[in-house]
DNA sequence: CTCCCTTTTTTACACATGTAAAAAGTGCAC
DNA sequence: GTGCACTTTTTACATGTGTAAAAAAGGGAG
């Protein structure tokens, strides 16, 4: 590469022998530009080393095309799938995408959509944390920028900006009737309280349980703190009962796959899964996501798969909506349907 | 939040009634004005709404404060892992962190470093693709740039910037003379040639066995298609072999653990572990990384664990030492020793 | 009260680009 | 060759901040 470094508009419009103001439109689109123009500025191009300053041309920008996304943790294959997908999708739209990783703590999350304000990012998408702290910052934010939530809606305001996700109602029903009609209704193993999914899956299992006339169950938390780290926790609580003999042979929904992933691996210890899980066990267990891994399980997880496909793809549409202008009025809220897997652990 | 909305610093200035230089100088460094003058500032920002333009504000520091990592995927939990700790300790140093995901692809890769450098990134931390025609691209970024390589490094030119990863020759030796100590010598399932790891994991699968008096014995791919998909890729290629009765009995080391995972996920559809993994099969798999949920696996998955905070840390800091001009000369080459995670299934 | 030193304000320019308006240039039809 | 329409160039100003230098103000010691 023994091409000539060029590192500011105006050194270039001296190389390639056009003004800079031309350059620039050309830059925005080339078709502003005579087409014997453009081609020049194409083929002189190529000759030359040149990259242009994003932070000087977004600051006079009207737009600066970029889009904030905000997830509670990277080390989970389901937020990491959400933003490989928003991603592309974005990606395809012109879009440059600015992650932040919450952590799980309030703090950063709102140190982040501080960020994305002082960034002027078009908009964001934000998977939020459960905090009742964050309805005031999320206020805020939603006046100042286009914000799609995305997974979770913040507790207090659910009206500040438009929601995709899934339905909890929908998602969390398919699977108990299921359940109820293959054997033993289940037992609910939820998540930490951490967001408004937890709630709804908790509360759906609860309803379509006494639709279906049977008493919800719960399976009590046993002194596991709460967090992000799922698989420990549905390990932690499923070992301390299958060790005092209880719900060795129950039917057991979990609020999450990961968790789903603990329990098996602690029915897995106690011996109380089937050899060969063709034949059905008398202990079923059952998640919800379509974690990447839940196939490779052993058992595999019965669960719900997610449309983090569908979820991304609309989220970024409505953001850019948004942003375009072309979407406004009221926020709207989008439910995707998950789809049933059965598999072999229930 | 009926805060006053201020939208630049020289509005700030009138509301508060210091000069916008001022203001300037404290923001940078709030001690390098008049303690009395800090403190009236501090005081009065607390009643109103402003945030910093940040494309402004680094368009004419010295410093943007920012670092690029890129990574192959974000749907990898090795890869997820080491970016929240690169996350977190960039934070602790005050550097915002811009995460480009090269989705396996050469192509977007190129396009997330030109990215960099036309954002004025201050450097970056990558973990290259294996593909030949970016060794090119990585010379033109690295003359530019302080870059510092993590996980594994680019094919061609090793010494154009420094580089952190893990050992793999120790890593893979301690795991062979494990093997081949406790029973029989292992035969090695690769991974897909995508970068180096593959490579260096391979050889030192190889040197050590031959070390030890045994002849290497590869498993063969078995015309599965190159990719990131690692479970299915261990799971197609092994569910043929057993398919076939081939390798029933074997000890096998996969060259990470998420083809492990596919590996044991096929051993135990075809029943080949023991009931209860604590009495030991003749079929015995381990892997490589300590994927975060090798350890809910069953049979848990017996690897090496990689120094994922060490690398991060060290990548973090040996990227800032060069960035504040702290550290000159050749490049630095840090090799972390992995520890033996001794489990279940090996 | 004065002098000196420190801090702050003022003023000015810089950064790399966007963008608007006026001036100059180009090409084409007649 | 003239006139017209379209492009491009020129010129000038905008964005929101960093930063340097000079001028002004403030505080403390004598």
């Not at 050899?275 to 008398?282: K, P, T």
């Not at 839940?294 to 991304?312: F, H, K, L, N």
Request: hydrophobic share 40%.
């Amino acid at each position: 590469m023994a091409k000539q470094k060029i590192s500011t508009m105006k050194e270039l419009s001296e190389a390639i022998g056009v003004s800079r103001p031309t350059l620039s439109r050309y830059f925005q689109d080339p078709t502003s530009v005579r087409p014997s123009t453009s081609a020049k500025i194409k083929e002189r191009l190529a000759d030359v080393d040149y990259v242009y300053n994003f932070l000087a041309t977004r600051q006079n920008r009207k737009s600066t095309e970029l889009i904030g996304v905000i997830i509670p943790h990277l080390e989970d294959l389901f937020f990491a799938s959400l933003l490989e997908a928003i991603e592309r999708h974005a990606r395809e739209l012109g879009f440059t995408i600015i992650t932040q990783s919450s952590d799980g703590d309030p703090q950063i999350e709102e140190h982040a959509v501080r960020k994305l304000r002082s960034m002027s990012a078009d908009g964001a998408i934000i998977a939020p944390l459960g905090s009742e702290s964050s309805a005031e910052l999320f206020q805020w934010i939603c006046d100042d920028l286009p914000i799609v939530f995305a997974d979770s809606h913040p507790a207090g305001n659910d009206d500040c900006a438009d929601f995709v996700g899934t339905d909890n109602y929908q998602s969390v029903a398919s699977l108990v009737e299921y359940l109820c009609r293959a054997d033993e209704p289940p037992y609910f193993l939820g998540m930490p309280l951490l967001n408004t999914n937890a709630f709804e899956r908790r509360n759906s299992y609860a309803k379509t349980m006494r639709a279906l006339g049977h008493e919800p169950k719960f399976i009590e938390p046993a002194g596991v703190d709460d967090s992000w780290q799922f698989e420990a926790y549905g390990h932690g609580i499923m070992n301390h009962h299958f060790s005092h003999q209880r719900y060795t042979d129950a039917t057991i929904l979990c609020a999450n796959d990961r968790i789903a992933i603990g329990a098996i691996r602690a029915a897995n210890k106690h011996g109380l899964f089937a050899r060969g899980c063709e034949s059905r066990s008398a202990l079923r267990i059952a998640g919800h996501d379509d974690h990447p891994l839940s196939r490779y399980m052993y058992p595999a997880v019965t669960t719900v798969a997610q449309d983090v496909e569908g979820i991304a793809k609309s989220a970024v549409e409505l953001l850019v909506g948004r942003i375009r202008g072309e979407r406004t009025g009221d926020p709207v809220r989008l439910l995707k349907p998950a789809a049933l897997k059965l598999r072999e652990s229930a």
